[in-house]
Nanobody, 111 residues
Framework: QVELVESGGGLVQPGGSLRLSCAAS????????MGWYRQAPGHQRELVADITNGGRTNYADSAKGRFTISRDNYKTLYLQMHNLTPEDTAVYYCHVNREYWGQGTQVTVSS
């Protein structure tokens, strides 16, 4: 059983930064990809960034140059976000293989 728990969301002013974390437990050592999606009210869930077990990263255009995905082992995934805008306001979800999902953490960018 894989369990993912996100943290690090909150309210931040435009131009600010946040670091999201995703703590994973369970049999994930065979994962192919971990990553982050987000869903804003009235919008579809969309990719933010992925990282493969080989360390290859993939970013949505909206995240390139501002967000960095990383992991320190197979247990913790991070998303460092800089220069946040109101358009980044959403619930952020981490996933493993797009099969297992966390409960999400709210990010609100507002002055």
């Amino acid at each position: 059983q894989v369990e993912l728990v996100e943290s690090g969301g909150g309210l931040v002013q435009p131009g600010g930064s946040l670091r999201l974390s995703c703590a994973a437990s369970g049999l994930i050592f065979r994962y192919l990809v971990m990553g982050w999606y987000r869903q804003a009210p009235g919008h579809q869930r969309e990719l933010v960034a992925d990282i493969t077990n080989g360390g290859r990263t993939n970013y949505a255009d909206s995240a390139k140059g501002r967000f960095t995905i990383s992991r320190d082992n197979y247990k913790t995934l991070y998303l460092q976000m800089h220069n946040l805008t109101p358009e980044d306001t959403a619930v952020y979800y981490c996933h493993v293989n797009r099969e297992y999902w966390g409960q999400g953490t709210q990010v609100t960018v507002s002055s």
